[in-house]
């Protein structure tokens, strides 16, 4: 069995403030370095991350000198008119207001759309469970966004759960695994070991 730590970033700037952060390329916050540097995941044998700074600098914290693969298709969602901003900033907002009407369905104005997220999502899974499977390692670490956490247990988990049932706070995430042999013959469910919900 290959088993994966599917990470959620540390906090940012934004995230403290409750804003959309997706394709905002910001940092980790001073509290959000330090509260990682107390966690004590599993080391890896390989690390698969977002482009975007708070994964690869969450990376870094948590696996020092380890090399990462970046996989472009594991950023987060864009926002379009909401990036950004918090649902205080976004109040008086008509198409906001239609969002969260939608219970969060309708496409992000000027951004992406569930289906085309959840679409890119997919395949930059696929691209890091390929490289682990290739490389023939038994523990892969994924640090990524919680959007893409979200779709990713969505569409593969072995139990059933709603897109914001999977929902993760900043440094926690899933201990998941996978069967390499069933996976390639197109058999793809991963099944949940451990949920870890940090702060």
Known sequence: ML?????RHGKTEGNKKGRYIGVTDEPLCREGREFLRELDYPWPDAVYVSPM???TETAQILFPDRK?????ELAECDFGEFENKNYLELAGNSNYQAWVNSDGTLPFPGGESREDF???????FEKAVAGCIRSEISCGALVIHGGTIMNIMEEFADMERPFYEWHVKNGGGYE???DPKLWIKGRRVLYVRTGVQEG
């Open 3 to 7: 088993k994966l730590w599917l990470i």
């Open 176 to 178: 998941v695994e996978l």
């Open 53 to 55: 700074k708070r994964c």
């Open 118 to 124: 959840k679409r890119r999502s997919m395949i930059g």
């Open 68 to 72: 990462l693969h970046i996989i472009e």
